[in-house]
């Protein structure tokens, strides 16, 4: 007999989209020991959402999200909200017994996290969160060959994930809205790296060692409205900060909404005494790999494009060599590792878990305390 498992979504925004085309695919492209059954999608506005459950197949649609925690068939409940109201819908779903998958970052504060964090160590489901980044193949290929020692030992992590689309004629959206989004480019795009950074690397972050948070457009109008009305945007538009690693490695990040000239580039670059990594969402089929081992006449920053199967991770359940794959892949690929742990197998690659996350989210708030101290924070002060 298949073996199912009902999903519950709540959102039906971008996320909401892209989830809902993973849950479609997932069962066609991989052998994955539950089929994902699209039960029943939340979201606040009625003719949306009913609209939106016609279209991606979703059985039923309602506007009660808690209805969601009071049905017995439900066994996952993906978050996809504005950061604000993660905890609570995650927390009532995980005291419901659900398993629950949430959007990144984990919370709009350190605190809403921490208590996701205890929720889910309570909790008889399990928890996931979407940094989907994570299993694009090339970062997922670059995290095998940091472990088979490839780079060495690790001197430098250089991040930055820079995208445009934040300038003055955007409107204000709830990613700039401190009371939604806690943070603006910050949780939105440093999650992330920094996620990527502890991913790759294997290590934690022990101090922030200084910071800039700067909000360049205080101002922008609101959306709808017809009069011009504007309102206070009161994120960060951009958030730079230092940090070290537990092993010695230092650190750069960057996330902004205002580089002008990158729409999407989420690039994260592994300097080690063995070699070197480096990779670009932009070009996200390709990881670059310099050996430190070769001849220095022909050594040179290797183009690995990662679609081989039987090679690459990922590459299997997709297309033949270089027939290459797009931004809903890794959602995809995700999906396929949720519905693993769930049937009761291993991920390919492990999977953020809440406590991981609130770990990632403790150091979005060093970063915004050390610029606001214009000061070092320990990582053991921030908990
Ligand atoms: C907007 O900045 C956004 O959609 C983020 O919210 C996503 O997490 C990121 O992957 C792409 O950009």
């Not at 250089?158 to 806690?182: C, H, I, M, N």
């Not at 795009?189 to 800039?212: K, M, P, S, Y």
């Not at 022909?298 to 990922?314: F, L, N, V």
Request: proline share 3%; aromatic share 10%.
């Amino acid at each position: 007999m298949e073996r199912v498992c009902n999903v519950a979504l709540i959102g039906q925004q971008f996320m909401g989209r892209a989830h809902s085309n993973a849950y479609l695919k997932v069962a066609k492209f991989f052998d994955v020991p539950l089929t994902p059954v699209l039960h029943t999608v939340a979201a606040r506005d009625q003719e949306g959402v009913e609209r939106f459950a016609q279209r991606w197949g979703w059985q039923q649609a309602t506007t009660r999200w808690r209805e969601i925690a009071d049905n017995d068939a439900i066994n996952l409940v993906d978050v996809c909200t504005p950061n604000d109201v993660h905890a609570e819908q995650s927390i009532a779903m995980l005291e419901a017994g659900k398993h629950v998958a949430c959007e990144k970052p984990l919370a709009d504060t350190l605190e809403h996290a921490r208590a996701m964090k205890a929720a889910a160590a309570k909790a008889k489901g399990k928890t996931f969160v979407w940094f989907n980044y994570r299993r694009c193949p090339a970062v997922a290929l670059a995290y095998q060959l940091v472990r088979e020692g490839r780079i060495g030992r690790l001197y430098h992590v250089r991040a930055s994930y820079l995208q445009s689309w934040g300038g003055p004629d955007t409107p204000l959206v709830w990613r700039f809205e401190k009371k939604r989004a806690g943070s603006g480019a910050h949780g939105d795009l440093n999650a992330h790296i920094i996620d990527l950074a502890r991913f790759l690397t294997g290590d934690q972050i022990t101090e922030v060692t200084g910071g800039i948070a700067e909000t360049f457009i205080k101002e922008r109008v609101k959306p709808g409205s017809k009069s011009g009305e504007r309102g206070r945007s009161d994120v960060d538009d951009c958030v730079v900060f230092l940090a070290r690693f537990k092993q010695g490695a230092v650190a750069s990040f960057e996330a902004t909404r205002l580089a002008t000239g990158h729409q999407n580039a989420n690039y994260i670059e592994l300097n080690g005494s063995a070699g070197a990594l480096r990779w670009n969402f932009e070009d996200m089929n390709l990881l670059w790999f310099y050996d430190n081992q070769e001849d220095a006449r022909t050594a040179g920053w290797r183009r690995i494009m990662c679609t081989s199967g039987g090679h690459h991770p990922y590459a299997d359940a997709w297309w033949p060599d270089a027939h290459i794959i797009g931004y809903e892949h890794g959602f995809v690929n995700m999906t396929a590792d949720i519905l693993r742990v769930l049937g009761g197998q291993q991920p390919l690659l492990p999977l953020p878990d809440f406590a991981d996350a609130y770990e990632t989210q403790r150091v979005l708030e060093a970063a915004l305390l050390a610029a606001k101290h214009r000061s070092a924070v320990k990582m053991s002060e921030v908990k």
